[in-house]
């Protein structure tokens, strides 16, 4: 339950930086960044196999994490304007 904790209290972490970017981003492109988005897929993949885990599940877990980050920072963009 502990770890469990520290893990979802690092997504709450990593949310508030998602939500204060989104004041730098001016448009749906920046907000998607393909190219941003592969690279960290990328890199979280090498890092699970540093970690011994399954790069494959590991993606999906941060294809969801992302995908639900950037529906928070669409929602956000649309809300600034």
Known sequence: DRIDNEILGLIGKRRDFITAIIQYKNNQ???Y??????????????????YKLNPDIIE???RLLMD???AEQLTLLHNKK
Do not use: D, L, M, S
């Open 68 to 70: 639900y980050f950037i």
């Open 33 to 50: 960044a393909p190219e941003r988005y592969n690279a960290v897929i990328a890199e979280r993949r090498r890092i699970a196999e540093t």
């Open 60 to 62: 999906k877990i941060y």
């Open 29 to 31: 492109e920046e907000v």
